[in-house]
């Protein structure tokens, strides 16, 4: 009952930015984490970044760290990732995800495709 939309993927050269958001309805969101996730071609769904709903407490991947920063709007119930520097090797689509704390994630959104060239 958690509904996610991601947007503001595209096209940008290397150093540039982007700014995705998720947007989330449905269930309440203050018990849930949400997480930011992506896939490459041909490559295994890889961990980005989570925040806490409640707290704001922030995880990041080490291969992002120090470029991309989570963050969250509660009135807007929209979560946001900042990404700067970007890198050719950021190129994924990426996945807007949530679920309960302590558990595994249990609601995707459809995907927004990030490219980055060199």
């Known amino acids: 009952q958690v509904q996610l939309v991601e947007s503001g993927g595209g096209l940008v050269q290397a150093g540039g930015s982007l700014r995705l958001s998720c947007a989330a309805s449905g269930r309440t969101l203050s018990t849930r984490v949400m997480g930011w996730f992506r896939q490459a071609p041909g490559m295994e769904r890889e961990f980005v970044a989570r925040i806490y709903w409640s707290g704001g407490s922030t995880y990041y991947a080490d291969s992002v760290k120090g470029r991309f920063t989570i963050s969250r709007d509660n009135a807007k119930n929209t979560v946001y990732l900042q990404m700067n520097s970007l890198k050719p090797e950021d190129t994924a689509v990426y996945y807007c995800?949530?679920?309960?704390?302590?558990?595994?994630?249990?609601?995707w959104g459809q995907g927004t495709q990030v490219t980055v060239s060199s």
């Open positions: 995800a949530t679920g309960n704390r302590g558990s595994s994630y249990d609601y």
